[in-house]
């Protein structure tokens, strides 16, 4: 073969595989920023008239904001596996943190459903999909799902371990064995903030997920002393007023303002996806969700209602909005689709992808209704007068409307959450029909997934007279 023809074919290939490279190249990045326990209210981007929140409101205008979004559990452990997995509690077991049966045993009727505490590896999180394709994945703070992130798809665990909280408090030395301590007193949400930070910069030239995993603002409440300070001598919002709290979301502020930078100085902002959400409710002693009913470990808007921003560029508009119905297992569908990485054909999902509505937001969903189930007990914040922040549940949302169907003594609660987002007034009565079609398509759901359901008697149980 002549070496001309030879040279010309190489060329010819060369070029073919241009296209190919630079895809490659330019798959986009992801960053999750997932705080723990922030309320649907605690953002000035949301109405909040105490706390302070420059950068997330910044980047509030500049994403697509999903004003009915939803946890797939009311708290942090469950939520959590349903977003590695993609999946509603019952498909993996993980129904609550920890012991199922919390609160007086004296009150509990029911001897509640088991509940596993780690995510079974047998389930292939959404960071095994995106590592499979090429990322590099890492988390960065709080895990609860098992011993270690390294065995669920992610090459970089940064402070991730069982424990659900900052065992060592929010100030070095953090008794942590996945995060070496820094200097005395440096503060944990600072720290996670610089590991991220170099992270991004560790991996400029390969696509990554970072999973910005906060133990911030879950308990215990402990902030820097000036952050404190200036809060104390703020005047109290009608809305909020801890001041502890408030400190705790200004540091968090500031982290994400700080990741932010990071990818513009290296040049990756404008190929990076960036999500905000939190893991469920806001912690009812510190906050408040208002006009939603409930908080953090209730099936009531207030416990599973949760801010979500979506920001990809070149795809989401700027200051866009939708009011669809969401719930964080829809995520794991959504990276997929946007890193066009294909869904698993023995995996099923039981998200469905936001790209339809990222691209239009006056696009709708094919129809569908979300679900949660909590076979088990939460027992009462000291400042309520009931027993507990729920008992065992299951809850089904149909468009508008929201039925809770409570396992004890089989009650009923049906709600309108568009013309009723308070849930104040409780409609069941007046609508025996949608009561019947919501309570037969949850009973459908239950056993396709097989839900468990508690029905034992708690031989203990002596109740109120």
Not at 317 to 340: C, H, K, Q, W
Not at 369 to 388: D, N
Not at 418 to 435: A, Q, W
Request: glycine share 8%; proline share 7%; aromatic share 10%.
């Amino acid at each position: 073969m002549p070496r001309t023809l030879v040279v010309l074919l190489l060329f010819c290939w060369y070029l073919a595989m241009l296209p190919q490279a630079n895809a490659e190249n330019q798959r986009p990045n992801i960053v999750l920023f997932f705080i723990d326990d922030l309320g649907w209210r605690d953002m000035g981007f949301m109405g909040s008239d105490f706390f302070e929140t420059p950068h997330i409101d910044r980047l509030a205008d500049d994403s697509m904001k999903f004003t009915a979004a939803y946890s797939a559990a009311p708290n942090c452990a469950p939520s959590r596996a349903c977003l590695m997995s993609g999946l509603y509690t019952p498909r993996h077991g993980v129904y609550t943190v920890g012991d199922p049966a919390r609160g007086k045993i004296r009150y509990r009727k029911l001897i509640p459903a088991e509940n596993n505490t780690v995510l079974d590896d047998r389930f292939t999180t959404i960071a095994e999909r995106l590592s499979q394709s090429g990322y590099r994945c890492a988390s960065v703070g709080k895990w609860h799902l098992g011993k270690s992130p390294l065995s669920q798809g992610f090459q970089v665990n940064i402070a991730g371990n069982p424990s659900g909280s900052p065992r060592g408090g929010y100030f070095s030395p953090f008794k942590n064995p996945q995060l070496s301590d820094g200097e005395q007193g440096e503060y944990l949400t600072d720290r996670l903030t610089t590991e991220a930070c170099q992270f991004i910069k560790d991996n400029v030239k390969s696509p990554f997920f970072l999973f910005l995993t906060h133990y911030a603002v879950h308990t215990p409440l402990q902030a820097k002393e000036q952050d404190i300070a200036y809060f104390k001598s703020k005047p109290a919002g009608q809305l909020h007023q801890h001041a502890t709290y408030a400190a705790m979301i200004r540091s968090m502020d500031e982290s994400i303002g700080r990741v932010l930078q990071t990818l513009r100085e290296q040049q990756l902002d404008q190929n990076t996806i960036i999500v905000f959400t939190s893991d469920n409710g806001g912690y009812g002693p510190a906050t408040s969700m208002r006009p939603l009913r409930g908080s953090k470990g209730m099936l009531y808007e207030g416990g599973i209602r949760v801010p979500l921003l979506i920001k990809w560029p070149g795809v989401t508009r700027s200051g866009s909005a939708s009011d669809e119905p969401v719930i964080n297992v829809d995520l794991y569908p959504t990276f997929l689709e946007m890193t066009n990485i294909p869904v698993l054909e023995s995996k099923s999902l039981d998200g469905k992808s936001l790209v339809p509505l990222l691209k239009d937001p006056q696009s709708k969903l094919e129809s569908r209704s979300l679900f949660w189930h909590f076979p088990a007990y939460l027992q009462k914040y000291q400042v309520m007068q009931q027993q507990f922040r729920t008992t065992p549940v299951s809850v089904i949302r149909q468009g508008d409307w929201k039925l809770l169907e409570f396992f004890e003594d089989g009650h009923q609660e049906l709600y309108n959450t568009r013309l009723d987002i308070g849930e104040s007034k409780e409609l069941s009565g007046s609508h025996p029909d949608k009561v019947q079609e919501l309570s037969q398509a949850l009973h459908r759901w239950q056993k396709l997934v097989q839900a468990a359901i508690p029905t034992e008697l708690n031989p203990k149980y002596k109740p109120e007279n």
